[in-house]
């Protein structure tokens, strides 16, 4: 079955700490993102990448850095520069033909910092 | 930049039809797109509307206005599974170099029996 993982689905580090968030797809999609989202909040575009070894900034790209080195992998390092990491962190993919409109989002991670 | 409005909540019976409306202003607008997200969730791809009308899929159907800078998303015959989060989110043209879509905040749809 295609689809996109996310690993692990809870994640607790102490404060200071990098930690680096997982995101596989087999789904042979070329665009990857990552995605922030607090408690009753929209998504927050933190970075994406059209290409492997390509990426650009999102939003909210403060305090984390990502990595393209292979299609199907697209991982997230939250830094102990980001000042409020706890969160739900969703990656997503999509298709050149669908273009970004219709995304395919992972399960996501739950990251807790205290 | 982006902003995008929705109601943050709305509710409805089992049933009904529920329209969740959603108003942006952008540069470089391209098209509208709407995601549901049930608790705890992935956002699901619902629909998406590049040109002015309505488009239907089976219960839920979304409109755009574009010279409203507006569009909704209506959901008919109301079931409890509808309970969840609806997001819609603007793609916007090639030349602004964004190749990624903005989110609204989210509606959050209750249904009761």
């Known amino acids: 079955d295609g689809g996109i993982t996310q690993s692990p689905k809870y994640l607790f580090r102490k404060e200071g700490q990098n930690v680096t968030l997982s995101c596989e797809q087999n789904?042979?999609?070329?665009?990857m993102y990552w995605y922030r989202q607090d408690p009753g909040q929209g998504l927050r575009l933190i970075y994406y990448?059209?290409?492997?070894?390509?990426?650009q900034k999102g939003d909210i790209a403060e305090g984390y850095s990502v990595s393209r080195e292979k299609k199907e992998s697209f991982p997230l390092t939250v830094t102990s520069a980001q000042k409020n990491p706890t969160a739900f962190y969703l990656c997503?993919?999509?298709?050149?033909?669908?273009?970004?409109?219709?995304?395919?989002f992972g399960p996501g991670t739950r990251l807790t910092v205290t | 930049g982006q902003s995008l409005e929705q109601p943050s909540e709305v509710t409805a019976v089992e049933g009904a039809i529920v329209q969740i409306n959603c108003t942006y202003q952008?540069?470089?607008?391209?098209?509208l797109s709407w995601y549901q997200q049930h608790d705890g969730g992935a956002p699901t791809f619902l629909s998406y509307?590049?040109?002015?009308g309505l488009e239907e899929t089976g219960r839920f159907s979304s409109f755009l206005s574009r010279s409203d800078s507006y569009g909704y998303l209506l959901l008919q015959e109301l079931q409890m599974k509808d309970s969840a989060s609806y997001f819609c989110a603007v793609r916007q043209t090639m030349d602004t170099g964004r190749r990624a879509l903005t989110f609204g905040s989210g509606t959050r749809l209750q249904v009761q029996p």
């Open positions: 509307n590049a040109l002015d």
């Open positions: 997503a993919s999509s298709t050149p033909r669908q273009g970004v409109y219709e995304q395919y």
């Open positions: 990448s059209q290409i492997v070894n390509d990426f």
């Open positions: 789904l042979n999609h070329d665009a």
């Open positions: 952008t540069s470089g607008f391209y098209g």
